[in-house]
């Protein structure tokens, strides 16, 4: 048996160089507050797994912007 505890996400908001990093438990996933790519764009959210359907909450917030700007997604990708 594998037991994934961490998984590599790319293209977040279509936008990260760099994979986000998220945390898995069953069938549930969680992306911890992160900057990917160290430029003040910090990423968090939750998500599902079934079968090859993943279902993703998450934001994404700009602290260089005054005040700070938060875009919400919410999608559901499929497992390449």
Excluded at 12 to 18: K, S
């Amino acid at each position: 048996t594998t037991d994934i505890q961490k998984i590599l996400i790319s293209n977040v908001w279509n936008n990260f160089t760099n994979n986000t990093v998220a945390t898995v438990d069953g069938d549930k996933f969680t992306i911890a507050s992160q900057q990917p790519d160290n430029d003040g764009f910090e990423v968090l959210g939750t998500g599902t797994i079934s079968g090859n359907i993943i279902t993703v909450n998450y934001s994404v917030t700009d602290h260089s912007a005054t005040p700070a700007a938060t875009d919400v997604v919410t999608g559901t990708w499929t497992k390449q």
